[in-house]
């Protein structure tokens, strides 16, 4: 087996490990939430609580592996990221989940985008797209399998279990990263941005926690409004900081550029929609219709299933229509079968929720594909590394601000109607929401050139530096 083949194998362990990770637990919440003996809503921070953990430290990482060496920082992540999967596991409360959480996301901040750091360093350009493609597909199997595994493993044994398979697979990326990755690294690495790590880190922390928190009774009333205080204060103290920084930890510059601004700005508006339907979809499903776990998990996990097929014709797809039209039309496509899902009932055939949950999942991976192409179509290598910390980190955010949002919007219904404990219209409706949160993002997209990034799909004759074919790879 060719080395590039080899190496792209071992990250995918991580990235299997991590994807699966999401996507069993959320299968899980409404377990998990009895057994503790909360409300499922306030199980969200079990949620974004890891999402914003990444969102802080993803911009470190890039540096980190720099100084220290690539497979030093990643076989430590996986090694961070199994022993917090096993405190997760052994979590009897729910200040103690959460903070397992955390010590989690440490290692999955440093996790994925350093393994895919060292697939960018050690594979021949010749043997990038082909070595991406593994990358790819074992990623994926992870929301295909996590949802019915999820919904199995709480069903017919306890939700700590979810967390604990984990150690098996921590311990083999572990072994074959020690015994195939170099351990490269930087020789000569910029002084790390300490000023605007301290300001970004703490600010979205604080801004997006306080927004999580808001209701429920889970901080008081002028806690949370200290912490959304707090957060924006620091935040607009960085983007001062980072005008005035070359070396600025995120580099705001990059929203210049039209084709990066529409792949984080309008990919941030469309994901916190989508990022809402794991939370979502499992509360429905078991809290508003009363399904098991398992059989929860065996509709959702259509989702991705529906993903994965769309990664075959993804790249024929764009090439064929351009990007433009591509977010635009699958972004309409995506909040019209987000509204769809608000109109699921109790007596709705379990085969068309299957069949509708599959085709959105298709269309949304079409969209997810574009939109990391698009962000570092015009791109310069040098600014490569910064401009996919950057990306990393708004996705992150805006998983974390989609459950917020679904949650705050349950909370507001429930409220509305007066309903004294959840009831499925609280989340029909929220899936009205996000849907039109998500629609928002076409007129990001309509501003974009009708050829904008046409070298990276193929409709121009490609060579401009950083615009590869590989970029269409997730």
């Known amino acids: 087996m060719r080395p590039a083949v080899v190496t792209a194998l071992i990250i995918a362990t991580a990235l299997f490990m991590e994807n699966m990770d999401g996507t069993v637990l959320a299968t899980s919440l409404p377990a998990i939430a009895a057994d503790l003996d909360q409300d499922p809503i306030v199980l969200k921070l079990a949620l974004t609580s890891y ?17 220290l060496g690539a497979r030093t920082v990643f076989c430590s992540a996986i090694v961070v990221f199994t022993l917090g999967s096993l405190l997760c596991g052994a979590s009897t409360s729910l200040p103690t989940l959460i ?16 393994g895919r750091l060292v697939l960018l360093r050690s594979v021949p350009k010749s043997e990038m797209v082909d070595s991406l493609a593994y ?5 994926l199997i992870g929301p295909v399998v996590g949802p019915p595994l999820g919904g199995f493993i709480t069903t017919y044994f306890h939700w700590r279990w979810i967390f604990w398979i984990n150690a098996p697979i921590g311990l083999l990326g572990i072994a074959l990263t020690l015994r195939f990755i170099e351990n490269v690294r930087e020789r000569n690495v910029a002084p790390f941005d300490t000023k605007g790590f301290l300001l970004s880190g703490p600010g979205l922390l604080s801004l997006v926690f306080g927004m999580t928190v808001v209701g429920r009774g889970v901080a008081p009333a002028y806690a949370v409004v200290a912490l959304i205080g707090a957060g924006a204060l620091l935040l607009a103290l960085y983007v001062r900081h980072a005008r005035r920084t070359p070396d600025a930890i995120l580099d705001l510059n990059l929203l210049r550029l039209p084709t990066f601004f529409a792949g984080v700005v309008g990919g941030f508006l469309f994901r916190l929609g989508i990022g809402a339907i794991p939370f979502l979809m499992p509360l429905l499903l078991q809290i508003g219709f009363g399904l098991t776990p398992f059989q929860s998990g065996s509709l959702t996990f259509a989702a991705a299933a529906g993903a994965m097929a769309m990664k075959v014709t993804a ?17 309409v496509i995506s909040a019209g079968f987000l509204a769809c899902y608000g109109l699921i009932g109790a007596n709705t055939p379990h085969a068309v929720i299957f069949l509708g949950l599959l085709i959105g999942g ?10 990391n192409a698009i ?26 601000v989609g459950v917020a949002v679904a949650a705050a919007s349950v909370q507001s219904l429930q409220w509305l109607f007066g309903d004294p404990v959840l009831a499925p219209r609280d989340m029909q409706l929220s899936f009205f929401v996000v849907a039109a949160i998500t629609l928002l993002s076409t007129f990001i997209f309509l501003r974009l050139d009708r050829d904008a990034g046409a070298e990276v799909s193929g409709r121009a004759v490609a060579g401009a530096p950083g615009r590869t074919a590989s970029a269409l790879a997730e």
């Open 315 to 331: 790249s024929r797809l764009i090439r064929r229509f351009g990007f433009r039209t591509i977010l635009v039309g699958n972004a």
């Open 362 to 371: 298709f269309f949304r991976s079409l969209e997810f594909t574009a939109l």
């Open 99 to 114: 903070g397992a959480r955390v010590f989690q996301g440490l290692g999955g901040a440093m996790m994925v985008p350093v």
């Open 135 to 139: 990358l790819t597909v074992p990623a």
């Open 51 to 67: 999402m914003l953990t990444l969102a802080v430290f993803i911009p470190a990482s890039g540096w980190v592996a720099d100084k």
């Open 375 to 400: 962000g570092y179509a015009d791109v310069e290598p040098s600014r490569m590394s910064r401009a996919t910390s950057f990306a990393s980190v708004s996705q992150q955010m805006s998983q974390a």
